[in-house]
């Protein structure tokens, strides 16, 4: 309820104001059911009125993506704000505005609910008492299932803030768990919309502990940028990365639910698809694959094909002779060398000056200028091809990588002062037949059973071979996990546009992961982003926090701790004898709770505790089919990271550490992902620095 309404009364009832903001939300949904038809019956006859196929369909998605952002969510509240300005604001003195999730206006065009990333918006966020922002009064709303239930005011104009303790804030963060991650729009923290409100043209590195807000933070500030450069990057796009298909579904539904539709989500994996991958690599073989050196190697692999002219050249033209010695040769493939052009460019400049030499000796015997035809011809005719193929042979991403596994002199030449020897027969010894897991090296590049590893390199070499196109904005998500040479597939992808990179050095758990930020914005082609902390913990109750910070001095990471807004929530740590009768136990006790529950056990365990469930009568779903409607998840501990369920139940923690070499990163991702309640059960002794 209103903090002003409990000291000095109102004007009228709190009763009275509350059904006057209920008739505002009735009439701005009724506002936006009328744009929303009105932009219907324009995509219906979208295709009568436009002009020719093109323009017909341009409109046609044009309309039908202006209806899906008009869609309205009966069970999110269509406002949750309100800004009343006091008389000092020179521009909107004496105005009030509602603030929400799209703009809405009337018949008459008046607005009914601003959008949140309108920048008159941005004072919901940052007023203070102390930097007021020209508001008199600052409302927040409360919702319950999509209806208004109450409000609380800030009056700042009379120093009045409420700031972290407000109730409505308190109610959002404690609300149990259920489904996908929902947008925070009502409530994102001024320092977290100071991140979202960044330049277009700015790049910025978010390092936050876990339940900060970085997830929530990255998808907004793509939802911004894509309200203020709507144009610009609906041409050049936005893209957003994450670790895997579980993750990206849980997040799936939160740029739809701001009315954007348009944003692509990959995994790294799925951006560098030039390959299909069918094997998979030895450890040792993908952490090496994984390394910055292989940039260098590749690019020197491909630096060797360029050759040098060994003979004049001579082309017969019907009865003409046109002939280039061997210093003009020389001289065009060094000069084309200096241009640093990526190289299937460089071979068609060289093939274009080629045939420049031999237009200007044909214009200079025929006194006239040869056409295009003749120009294509001289282009294709042998001894230029002959000549090319020669000093600038024709590749292929994925010959190129082919052939330096296949010949180990070429790869020799390549990384010579750069890896080691044993290290370049980690890289040949599927040509060499060592290898007799099916992902030995086949004649052609085309039948070769690539890795995931490989894919990359391909990508990495596509990079060199060709011209990449890239994106207006990417956001990268749990971005500690990227190895250097992933790092350079996504900045492939933002050379000219901007990055929002999001992680935690404490959750890297990929044996390549970065320990420095610094390090990974080098590679991802932004020295000099600003690395900013998120240290307000959302998610997490402060005891179980409190538990998982244990680890962190055995995690050799330099991360500033995180401070939880929660106070709530219950820690468990019990040793039992029978780990899948107590689990069945614990889902049992959880099931009496509202709210989601995850079972997360050692990935080898995963199979077991799922059986001894669904033989005790209870469905479970998978992480990446959260859809199935079950209550209860079985979480294999590798698949959890970035997700979060209202009770957490872990299953043997030592094992979770014992199955990988960061198994104590792995357990602190594991034990963080509760909002209300953790569950640790255990038969042999925890962890060392948790004992
Ligand atoms: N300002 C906020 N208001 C309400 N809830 C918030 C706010 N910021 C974050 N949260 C909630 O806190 C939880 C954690 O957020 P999020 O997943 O973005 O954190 P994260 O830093 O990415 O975590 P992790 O490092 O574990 O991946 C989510 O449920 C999110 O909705």
Redesign the pocket.
């Known amino acids: 309820m209103s903090l002003h309404a409990q000291e000095i009364p109102p004007p009228y009832g709190l009763a009275d104001e509350l059904a006057e903001e209920r008739a505002h939300l009735t009439r701005s949904r009724a506002a936006l059911r009328r744009m929303r038809e009105r932009a219907e019956a324009l995509f219906a006859t979208g295709d009568k009125v436009a002009g020719d196929a093109y323009t017909a369909e341009q409109l046609g998605r044009h309309l039908a993506r202006r209806v899906a952002e008009l869609a309205d969510d009966p069970r999110t509240p269509l406002f949750f704000g309100r800004l009343d300005f006091g008389d000092a604001d020179a521009e909107h003195a004496g105005h009030r505005y509602h603030v929400g999730r799209r703009h809405v206006t009337d018949e008459q065009g008046e607005p009914l609910v601003l959008d949140w990333r309108a920048p008159v918006s941005r004072a919901f966020y940052r007023a203070s008492a102390r930097d007021p922002q020209g508001l008199a009064v600052r409302r927040r709303f409360g919702f319950g299932d999509g209806k208004l239930t109450s409000f609380e005011d800030e009056h700042l104009d009379r120093g009045e803030e409420l700031g972290r303790a407000s109730r409505i804030?308190t109610a959002?963060?404690e609300r149990p768990?259920v489904g996908p991650?929902?947008?925070?729009v009502?409530?994102?923290?001024p320092e977290?919309d100071e991140l979202v409100r960044a330049d277009l043209a700015t790049s910025i590195c978010?390092q936050?502990?876990?339940?900060?807000?970085?997830?929530?933070?990255?998808?907004h500030r793509a939802a911004y940028l894509l309200y203020l450069h709507r144009e610009r990057l609906r041409r050049s796009k936005v893209l957003v990365v994450g670790p895997n298909r579980a993750f990206l579904g849980y997040i799936a539904a939160v740029l739809p639910a701001l009315g954007e539709v348009e944003v692509e989500q990959a995994t790294v994996e799925d951006l560098v698809d030039r390959a299909p991958v069918r094997a998979v690599d030895p450890p040792d073989v993908a952490t090496l694959k994984h390394d910055a050196r292989m940039a260098e190697v590749l690019r020197r692999a491909v630096d060797a094909y360029i050759g040098e002219p060994v003979e004049p050249m001579l082309v017969s033209d019907g009865s003409f002779r046109w002939r280039i010695g061997l210093e003009p040769l020389h001289r065009l493939v060094q000069e084309t060398r200096a241009e640093r052009l990526p190289y299937a460019v460089g071979r068609e400049r060289v093939r274009a000056r080629v045939v420049g030499l031999l237009q200007r000796q044909a214009e200079a015997r025929r006194a006239e200028s040869p056409g295009d035809a003749w120009l294509r011809r001289m282009g294709k005719s042998k001894p230029v091809t002959g000549f090319l193929d020669t000093v600038w042979p024709a590749l292929t991403p994925d010959g190129l990588l082919h052939t330096l596994y296949a010949e180990p002199v070429r790869l020799a030449q390549a990384a010579d002062g750069l890896l080691t020897p044993d290290e370049q027969s980690l890289l040949t010894r599927r040509a060499t037949g060592r290898l007799t897991n099916g992902t030995g090296l086949a004649r052609t590049a085309k039948a070769t059973r690539w890795t995931t590893a490989d894919a990359m390199l391909i990508d990495e070499a596509a990079g060199l071979l060709e011209r990449s196109t890239g994106y207006g904005h990417v956001v990268v998500?749990?971005a500690q996990d990227l190895s250097p040479m992933q790092c350079r597939v996504i900045a492939r992808r933002s050379e000219h546009g901007s990055l929002t990179l999001?992680?935690?050095l404490a959750?890297a758990t990929a044996p390549w992961a970065a320990t420095d930020w610094r390090e990974s914005l080098r590679h991802l082609g932004k020295p000099d982003a600003a690395v900013v902390p998120?240290t307000?913990?959302?998610?997490?109750p402060a005891a179980v926090l409190a538990f998982a910070n244990r680890l962190l001095p055995a995690l050799a990471v330099d991360v500033p701790p995180a401070e939880s807004l929660r106070g709530d929530g219950t820690l468990d740590v019990r040793t039992v004898t029978d780990l899948a009768g107590a689990t069945v136990a614990e889902v049992r006790a959880a099931l009496a709770h509202e709210g989601s529950i995850a079972v997360v056990a050692a990935d080898d365990t995963v199979e077991g505790l799922r059986s001894a469930l669904a033989e005790a009568g209870i469905d479970t779903a998978t992480a990446d089919a959260p859809a199935a409607g079950a209550r209860v998840t079985v979480v294999p501990a590798t698949l959890v990271?970035?997700?979060?369920y209202d009770h957490v139940i872990v299953v043997e923690p030592a094992a979770i550490v014992a199955a990988e070499p960061r198994g104590l990163h792995r357990l602190y991702?594991v034990l963080?992902?509760a909002?209300s309640r953790l569950s640790v059960l255990h038969t042999v002794p925890l962890p060392a620095p948790l004992a």
């Open positions: 804030l959002e963060i768990r991650m929902r947008d925070i009502a409530t994102i923290q977290q978010v936050g502990a876990p339940g900060t807000g970085k997830t929530a933070v990255g998808l998500d749990e999001l992680g935690d959750q998120l307000i913990g959302f998610r997490v990271k970035g997700l979060e991702v963080t992902r909002v």
